[in-house]
């Protein structure tokens, strides 16, 4: 964590001076906040990420983070408890006693993401990759190719000598335009992505998630309670592809959108175009809550919650707070013993043939004495 000067203790003379405080604090530039606090942070199109956990999103125009991989977010009094690891007294006095500027969203520049990839024909890679590690069917996969928002190009990251192929899925807007995008590595580097091995990034508008349309969902003027516009979200590409192959016999006519972590803003923004409704980017990003704030809700709206079963999945379930539409969640089963699973773990437990447990033990055995599988081959070639 970065070094900081822990703030000094003083007392406050009235419940209306510690309101004030935390009301400044909390007003703070989000992105100044953390500059202070040391971060390093990256500009992705409208927003920002940290360097050092890409997964911990900035948002500017509601001065806000989000750490995806936790499942938590913020104003500007949880960024410092949360870096600072200190309590929210601390973080308000720290906030209070640095000169940081107030957030104005007005100043905030506003920058359209460009595309800038240049794509690879045949995909030859992220054909082989995605069927052979993640066990997509062939069918999905080109099912995504032709719709145009499954790509491979290449990619070169910091710490990178030379570009590595990457597989891209596209963030494509009702008018065709490219929104944003996700990539996703297909070569190790342990050393410059620590856990997770491979390469991820997203770019461009956070509001915007890679959707699929399956079959012939109904329009704003079609669509009923008997026939509504079906929206099933997803926190990955891989695990939207997997579901695909899964359920392909009883999905029906839907959007699918993989949102790129957990973000109701991306469904929001889903509905807002399949309903062709009118409007700013960040208009139709709050689309679900101008629901829920209406008198009246939408009788011919289904949204499936298909996100990972995971503390953090089932907490972004139960929060999702939409009563006005129909909200049903549909999470992958857990197995005795996990804490987590998603769609595309499942898609390959169904596929991987599975030892019996003698075959686990020996494994394990093996594994954890190397002389072992020797002597068993030996004993073995006695016995003959």
Not at 55 to 78: C, E, H, M, V
Not at 134 to 154: A, M, P
Not at 225 to 236: C, D, G, S, T
């Amino acid at each position: 964590m970065p070094n900081y000067n822990r703030p000094q203790t003083r007392q406050l003379s009235s419940h209306s001076e510690r309101k004030k405080l935390r009301e400044d604090a909390n007003n703070k530039n989000i992105i100044e906040v953390a500059q202070q606090l040391g971060m390093t942070l990256e500009r992705i199109g409208k927003d920002y990420q940290w360097k050092d956990h890409d997964s911990l999103k900035f948002d500017t125009r509601k001065n806000y983070f989000y750490w995806n991989a936790q499942g938590f977010g913020g104003g500007p009094i949880k960024l410092a408890q949360t870096i600072m690891e200190c309590s929210y007294g601390e973080a308000v006095r720290f906030l209070t006693g640095n000169e940081i500027s107030k957030f104005d969203k007005n100043l905030i520049p506003k920058k359209e993401f460009k595309y800038f990839l240049s794509e690879t024909p045949y995909a030859t890679e992220l054909k082989a990759f995605t069927s052979q590690k993640r066990q997509i069917s062939n069918e999905t996969i080109d099912f995504l190719i032709n719709q145009g928002v499954l790509v491979q190009s290449k990619y070169k990251d910091r710490g990178q000598e030379q570009p590595d192929p990457v597989i891209v899925f596209k963030n494509i807007d009702s008018n065709v335009e490219i929104k944003g995008m996700a990539l996703q590595g297909m070569i190790d580097h342990p050393d410059l992505y620590p856990g997770r091995d491979k390469l991820k990034k997203t770019f461009g508008n956070g509001s915007y998630g890679c959707v699929v349309k399956v079959g012939n969902p109904p329009t704003n003027k079609t669509m009923t309670p008997e026939h509504p516009l079906k929206i099933i979200a997803f926190e990955a590409g891989f695990d939207m592809m997997a579901y695909l192959d899964l359920f392909k016999e009883k999905i029906g006519d839907a959007y699918l959108v993989a949102m790129h972590g957990r973000k109701k803003s991306v469904i929001s923004t889903t509905l807002a175009n399949a309903l062709n409704v009118p409007g700013t980017d960040e208009g139709k990003a709050t689309m679900l809550d101008v629901i829920e704030n209406s008198t009246n809700g939408i009788e011919a709206v289904k949204i499936i919650l298909a996100v990972d079963n995971d503390e953090a999945g089932r907490k972004f379930v139960e929060d999702f707070g939409i009563t006005k539409v129909s909200v049903i969640p549909h999470l992958p089963k857990l197995t005795p013993g996990e804490k987590k699973s998603d769609w595309n773990e499942i898609l390959q437990r169904i596929k991987t043939p599975q030892k019996s447990p003698f075959e686990e033990r020996l494994k394990k055995a093996a594994e954890a004495r190397p002389d072992f599988a020797a002597r068993l081959r030996q004993a073995a070639t006695k016995q003959k």
